[in-house]
């Protein structure tokens, strides 16, 4: 699994993302991995070294992978791809193996007039923006609106919980999307709904820490309760789902 690390620094490098500084180099964890079980720990002495992979990990999701406009597109592309299908006769199983030429191919000619719409708007970098973002109620104010025509709403714990349950599935989005579409009068390219995941699957894994002898001394979340309770809250100030739009329906 070594490419759990090297995607990081990779990502990092590719998107020119400068706003956290990568903690050292991928060589720098090697010389303290350490087996234990069945599962893989650390010397407790890289306690910092992993602290610090473990806050550039959060960063590069929070603030890369799951930003609002990147998870606007990818929602894009999973819509188009399930339009498409509607009306073609391959299966959806099969997209798996194919690969990023087949699938540009058969977006770019699709029968199916919103795959090819959603299609174009991804490639030509139309892509929708922010209207309605709906967040826990006491991180209402995490939300950056920096002057744009954004309504921020609030979401009990239970509506949180019974968000991620319901659209845990793309099809819920796309039932919801298309409520949207038929009650706002605008086409299905029009509408997109993310969801952030669950905050707790975005706090990085608990690692296991052994000492010079392999003696297991707990782990890193035990011996540093604050930090991880310091993740879980800015995860938690970080969920919400949003609604995306070419044009204002609210």
Known sequence: GADKLAYLFQDQHMTGYDAVAPPGSIDSFVPYIIPVGDDIGAEEKA???????????????????LRKQCLAVGRMLQKALEFHLR???????????????????????????????????????????????????????AE???????????????????????FSSPLALTSLEECLTEAYNLPHS??????????????????????????????????????????????EAFFDLSNFDGKDFR
Request: no cysteine.
């Open 47 to 65: 306690e910092d070294l992993l602290k610090s992979l473990q806050r550039f990990y959060f960063e590069m999701y929070t603030h890369v992978y």
């Open 87 to 141: 009306e073609s006769e391959t299966e959806a199983q099969e997209i798996w193996h194919k690969r990023e030429g087949w699938i540009d191919t058969q977006l770019e000619e699709s029968s199916n007039l919103t795959a090819r719409r959603l299609y174009e708007r991804i490639t030509s970098r139309d892509t929708v923006k922010a209207a309605i973002v709906y967040k826990p109620e006491k991180y209402m104010t």
């Open 190 to 235: 029009g509408i997109i709904v993310t969801i952030v995941p669950d905050p707790k699957k975005l706090v990085p894994e608990d690692i296991q820490l052994v000492d010079n002898a392999g003696n297991v001394r707990g782990t890193l979340f035990e011996r540093l309760p604050r930090f991880y309770e310091g993740l879980l809250e800015e995860a």
């Open 144 to 166: 950056r609106l920096a002057g744009k025509s954004i309504a921020v709403l609030p979401l009990s714990e239970s509506e949180q919980t019974q968000l991620l349950h319901t």
